[in-house]
């Protein structure tokens, strides 16, 4: 871990801290919430000792990057600009884009957007979701789940966290790193976050000194910046309206557990199987359901998940 190295680039208007390590073709990792560069760890140093680049920003809102805090600063053209502004920093034409979570959503649309910069994607945990003209992300799961979801619950600024203030920040990450299973996350208003209860031991993949280094990070940042991914959803569907139906050329690869909460989001599997994935993403070259594992997919698996990288991307 000491060799990756740490440093700092203005893009779109914000300051980016960006870990890197290794030489040769450039794969850029986007993490999700709640997590930051270093859920890529085990990946930077097996791809960096194969002959990667292997370069991981705290996306703007994380870490040690810059958090804008209005969540009209987060749309999805937001968080892309910021990663064309690194690419452009780095003088790199083309890369290997790797997502999980809000990271995989983000590359989707930086494929769509920009596929003139990506060599081949391999996303992880959340499928393409196209847009649906009719009906918005917040208010489609609310219709289906009610106003408990988390993703919904995440809505009101200021409100969760608040709720997690009642926490300390490690039992609210070792909370969050256990709740994306098949069952999904409903936070009651009656009860809070803290109702919700935390794990008597930590799964096999999270150490005590991870969940340290990661809540050492989010009490210096807050939580604002993550949740504000959530909080721009419906700005983000407003903004996509001229993409609506347009496809993902770009090479693809999708990797998901089966227990994992995306995957059982309402439509998914069947859009998975049936073909409309493949439709809206016709590069899609493999997907892969991954048995017994569920949301945080690259750590709790990460030999496995290098691995299906690796063999995904030398063939570009």
Same mark, same amino acid.
């Given at each position: 871990?000491?060799?990756?190295?740490?440093?700092?680039?203005?893009?779109?208007?914000?300051?980016?801290?960006?870990?890197?390590?290794?030489?040769?073709?450039?794969?850029?990792?986007?993490?999700?919430?709640?997590?930051?560069?270093?859920?890529?760890?085990?990946?930077?140093?097996?791809?960096?000792?194969?002959?990667?680049?292997?370069?991981?920003?705290? @996306?703007?809102?994380?870490?040690?990057?810059?958090?804008?805090?209005?969540? /009209?600063?987060?749309?999805?053209?937001?968080?892309?600009?910021?990663?064309?502004?690194?690419?452009?920093? @780095?003088?790199?034409?083309?890369?290997?884009?790797?997502?999980?979570?809000?990271?995989?959503?983000?590359?989707?649309?930086?494929?769509?957007?920009?596929?003139?910069?990506?060599?081949?994607?391999?996303?992880?945990?959340? /499928?393409?979701?196209?847009?649906?003209?009719?009906?918005?992300?917040? %208010?489609?799961?609310?219709?289906?789940?009610?106003? %408990?979801?988390?993703?919904?619950?995440?809505?009101?600024?200021?409100?969760?966290?608040? %709720?997690?203030?009642?926490?300390?920040?490690?039992?609210?990450?070792?909370?969050?790193?256990?709740?994306?299973?098949?069952?999904?996350?409903?936070?009651?208003?009656?009860?809070?976050?803290?109702?919700?209860?935390?794990? %008597?031991?930590?799964?096999?993949?999270?150490?005590?000194?991870?969940?340290?280094?990661?809540?050492?990070?989010?009490?210096?940042?807050?939580?604002?910046?993550?949740?504000?991914?959530?909080?721009?959803?419906? @700005?983000?569907?407003?903004?996509?309206?001229?993409?609506?139906?347009?496809?993902?050329?770009?090479?693809?690869?999708? =990797?998901?557990?089966?227990?994992?909460?995306?995957?059982?989001?309402?439509?998914?599997?069947?859009? =998975?199987?049936?073909?409309?994935?493949?439709?809206?993403?016709?590069? @899609?070259?493999?997907?892969? =359901?991954?048995?017994?594992? /569920?949301?945080?997919?690259?750590?709790?698996?990460?030999?496995?998940?290098?691995?299906?990288?690796?063999?995904? =991307?030398?063939?570009?």
């Amino acid at each position: 871990m000491d060799k990756i190295e740490h440093s700092t680039i203005t893009t779109n208007g914000i300051n980016i801290h960006v870990a890197s390590i290794g030489t040769g073709p450039a794969i850029l990792f986007l993490h999700g919430f709640p997590e930051l560069w270093h859920s890529w760890r085990h990946q930077m140093l097996s791809l960096s000792a194969l002959g990667y680049r292997c370069i991981a920003p705290d @996306l703007r809102g994380y870490g040690d990057s810059d958090a804008p805090p209005s969540p /009209a600063s987060y749309s999805v053209h937001h968080i892309v600009g910021d990663l064309v502004g690194l690419l452009d920093h @780095l003088s790199l034409d083309k890369v290997f884009l790797v997502g999980h979570d809000w990271g995989a959503y983000m590359a989707w649309f930086f494929c769509l957007f920009r596929p003139d910069r990506i060599k081949a994607v391999v996303n992880l945990s959340v /499928a393409f979701m196209p847009r649906n003209p009719r009906i918005n992300l917040v %208010d489609g799961f609310r219709a289906f789940f009610g106003d %408990d979801f988390y993703f919904c619950r995440f809505q009101e600024p200021g409100e969760i966290e608040k %709720d997690f203030a009642s926490d300390d920040t490690a039992t609210v990450l070792k909370k969050l790193y256990t709740s994306f299973g098949a069952t999904h996350l409903f936070i009651p208003k009656e009860l809070g976050f803290k109702g919700l209860k935390a794990p %008597d031991t930590l799964p096999s993949w999270l150490s005590e000194e991870d969940i340290n280094y990661s809540a050492s990070k989010f009490e210096q940042k807050g939580f604002t910046g993550g949740l504000n991914y959530y909080r721009a959803a419906n @700005l983000t569907w407003e903004l996509l309206a001229p993409w609506t139906g347009a496809q993902v050329k770009v090479p693809a690869k999708f =990797i998901v557990g089966d227990e994992d909460t995306t995957y059982h989001f309402p439509g998914v599997k069947q859009y =998975i199987e049936s073909g409309g994935f493949k439709k809206d993403v016709p590069s @899609l070259e493999e997907v892969v =359901i991954v048995e017994g594992v /569920a949301h945080f997919i690259n750590q709790a698996k990460p030999e496995e998940i290098s691995t299906h990288i690796y063999d995904f =991307i030398k063939k570009f």
